[in-house]
């Protein structure tokens, strides 16, 4: 789940502490293969309990979760929380193998709004996910008027076929891999598409409310926009911090990405489509360009349709073009945290990533069934022109915490080991990156810049990328080369929002800042999961600081072994 700025409850406090300062939610996942029938067929899709999307999570701010997953499906897995319990595989545990067990036990602490958990083990989080609801403490309130009801809104992604099939032959083949065949919301396909409009999913209102929906984007591969007919949004929140709010009637969230807004109940009563479709940045690129539905009904609609079958049709909204970049930079160039934030300021690290695709040239010793990326390639991806290759035998953490040596180097570059026009033509000569394990070590508390620029090689791309164990300040971003000379003096150092995912711009660039005091092993990447497979990717090794309270501490003792 999306960046928890906390460590296991069990390691930053006692217990009796713990449970004075929040409850002890315990709950049990259970992973298995269910079928679920969507566009007319039936599939063993993998679940948690048997649910699509899987069980909502609802929590205070200072609460603690004990999350017993037992793994009952044929493949590996990890669902990603934080610290210990952070989820991705090899990287801070070994995956949870068929027929096993293991329990994440963390505490929620200074984050309030929307958040979600997610599998994070090859694609298995197309139906592996659910939201994480997080209020304010007990006596607390949210910094807007209280909304009559709240709702949450999972943007998914699905496949008439076996995702984890999907990525296998892509694997395989070096080629891209299929896109979907649907966009879901609360797993749902909606009213646009076969054998779909039995189930649509239908979002209460009446006349008068005020009502918070909790948007989101658990979409596998797809940035989405998101919008409701003849309503507007009053955008509150994103990734679990509060916003100042501003208005828009279309929202676009990256894969990973959580969006809270306020809408009223303010229009004729009636039934309205809520829908989304993709936000396509990649040039030429094929996609999944189908729509999902939810609806938007009145109680006081004059005869509510049962099901999509009756009464009027809902009206249907206008959606950005695909290609829309300008509504998604406007919309988000309009985030700022409510009020003045403490940005770190005299920076001790300044990087420099580079981010995109690749093409690797087809290996000697494969047939050319295996190389059927363009001209013959296999698709790749890298950061500052590293291909992030993940261990098999030892996970990252681990292998950090007892000194086990050849898992990974950290001499991961600071910056591009070779600068050229990042957004301009570039060179063939510059399309296949050198794979490794490669991490950067920070010191703890050290004050971090990180410029993250988009690149040209194969096509440009707006990419989520996502930092595990820590939220940020996204204090710019822009279009072209970053330039340090001209483009300083655009940084918001006073009100920027802070999140755990950036939108990097189509051909551009963003930066964000953050200070390093959360030791561990986390790592950063791209959160479409394609990219991710293709290597798009690093981590950072945060030292320990001074005492017991800036260590990483000893592992769960049943941690799953590889």
Aim: some cysteine.
């Amino acid at each position: 789940m999306e960046a928890f700025k906390t460590i296991l409850f069990f390691l930053i406090c006692s217990t009796m502490l713990c449970w004075v300062n929040g409850e002890v939610h315990r709950h049990q996942f259970v992973i298995q293969a269910t079928p679920v029938k969507r566009l007319c067929n039936t599939h063993m899709a993998i679940t948690v309990n048997g649910m699509l999307p899987g069980p909502t999570l609802e929590i205070k701010n200072g609460d603690t979760l004990e999350i017993e997953v037992v793994n009952k499906a044929k493949y590996n897995a990890t669902i990603h929380w934080t610290g210990w319990a952070d989820g991705p595989e090899f990287v801070t545990q070994c995956p949870i193998r068929p027929g096993g067990s293991y329990t994440y036990r963390f505490t929620i602490e200074g984050q309030e709004g929307t958040l979600w958990w997610h599998a994070h083990s090859s694609w298995l989080r197309a139906t592996v996910y659910g939201a994480i609801i997080i209020r304010p403490r007990e006596g607390e309130s949210y910094p807007f008027p209280k909304p009559k009801r709240e709702t949450a809104i999972i943007l998914g992604e699905w496949w008439d076929a076996n995702p984890m099939d999907v990525v296998r032959q892509a694997t395989m083949t070096g080629a891209a891999p299929n896109n979907s065949d649907a966009y879901t919301i609360n797993g749902q396909p909606g009213d646009l598409y076969k054998c779909s409009s039995q189930d649509t999913t239908i979002v209460p209102i009446d006349v008068g409310e005020t009502n918070l929906l909790r948007v989101i984007n658990a979409a596998l591969n797809q940035p989405l926009f998101f919008t409701v007919a003849n309503h507007k949004f009053t955008v509150v929140g994103a990734d679990a911090s509060y916003l100042k709010p501003f208005t828009t009637s279309v929202i676009m969230l990256g894969p990973g990405q959580t969006t809270d807004v306020l809408i009223q109940g303010n229009q004729l009563p009636a039934r309205y489509y809520m829908a989304a479709r993709a936000y396509q940045s990649a040039q030429n690129a094929p996609f999944d360009n189908t729509t999902t539905t939810a609806i938007l009904e009145y109680k006081s609609a004059p005869c509510p349709a049962k099901k999509g079958i009756n009464g009027p049709k809902p009206i249907m909204p206008s959606l950005p073009a695909y290609n829309d970049t300008n509504t998604v930079t406007a919309f988000s160039q309009s985030f700022k945290s409510p009020r003045k934030v403490e940005v770190p300021t005299e920076i001790d690290e300044s990087l420099f990533f580079t981010i995109g695709l690749g093409l690797n040239n087809c290996p000697p010793n494969f047939p050319s069934s295996r190389c059927q990326g363009p001209n013959g390639t296999r698709f790749t991806a890298s950061m500052n022109n590293v291909s992030f290759v993940f261990p098999q035998n030892f996970s990252l953490l681990q292998a950090h915490q007892h000194g086990i040596p050849g898992v990974f180097t950290t001499d991961f570059p600071a910056t591009p080991p070779l600068k050229f026009d990042y957004t301009g033509n570039v060179s063939r000569s510059l399309y296949q990156p050198v794979p490794g394990t490669k991490l950067y070590k920070l010191k703890y508390g050290s004050k971090v810049q990180i410029v993250l620029q988009d690149t040209s090689i194969v096509t440009p791309e707006n990419h989520p990328i996502h930092l595990h164990g820590y939220d940020f300040y996204i204090v710019a971003e822009g279009f072209g080369n970053f330039d340090p000379k001209t483009d300083t003096s655009k940084f918001n150092l006073v009100d920027p929002p802070q999140r755990n995912t950036v939108g990097v711009p189509v051909n551009g660039w963003a930066v964000i800042r953050f200070v390093a005091d959360n030791p561990g092993v986390w790592i950063m990447h791209c959160h479409l999961d394609v990219h991710i497979t293709w290597g798009l990717a690093m981590a950072f090794v945060v030292e320990n600081g001074l005492g017991e309270l800036q260590s990483l501490q000893a592992p769960p003792p049943d941690l799953p072994i590889c």
